[in-house]
Nanobody
Framework: QVRLAESGGGSVQAGGSLRLSCGAS????????MAWFRQAPGKDREAVAA?????????RYSDSVDDRFVISLDKGRNRLYLHLDKLKSEDTAMYYC?????????????????WGQGTQVTVEV
């Protein structure tokens, strides 16, 4: 059974930084992608960043966070990270960790099999 658990959220002033962490238990060998999504109140869940989990990793970012967020994967510890920098009020949302065992399209949320419960990030102006 795969379980994902996020941590590291909180309240931060605009311009500040946070590091989100996602622990994955039961990490499947078939994992293709791991990603961070976010959902603000009244909005759809959107992809933020993803990393290819197989032999040669690559990363993808949404235009709204490019150059400010960095995703990384420690396969030895089965932990996914998202470093958030230069935070803006519009980054306020619940952030979710997701894992896919077959997906190839990084920002398609329907291709992710497993999800965490989320961690709240609030950016105060």
């Amino acid at each position: 059974q795969v379980r994902l658990a996020e941590s590291g959220g909180g309240s931060v002033q605009a311009g500040g930084s946070l590091r989100l962490s996602c622990g994955a238990s039961g990490f499947p060998e078939s994992t293709t992608l791991m990603a961070w999504f976010r959902q603000a109140p009244g909005k759809d869940r959107e992809a933020v960043a993803a990393i290819w989990a197989r032999s040669t990793p690559w990363t993808r970012y949404s235009d709204s966070v490019d150059d400010r967020f960095v995703i990384s994967l420690d396969k030895g510890r089965n932990r996914l990270y998202l470093h958030l920098d230069k935070l803006k009020s519009e980054d306020t949302a619940m952030y979710y960790c997701a894992l896919s065992t077959y997906g190839l399209v990084w920002d398609d949320r329907t291709k992710y099999d497993y999800w965490g419960q989320g961690t709240q990030v609030t950016v105060e102006v």
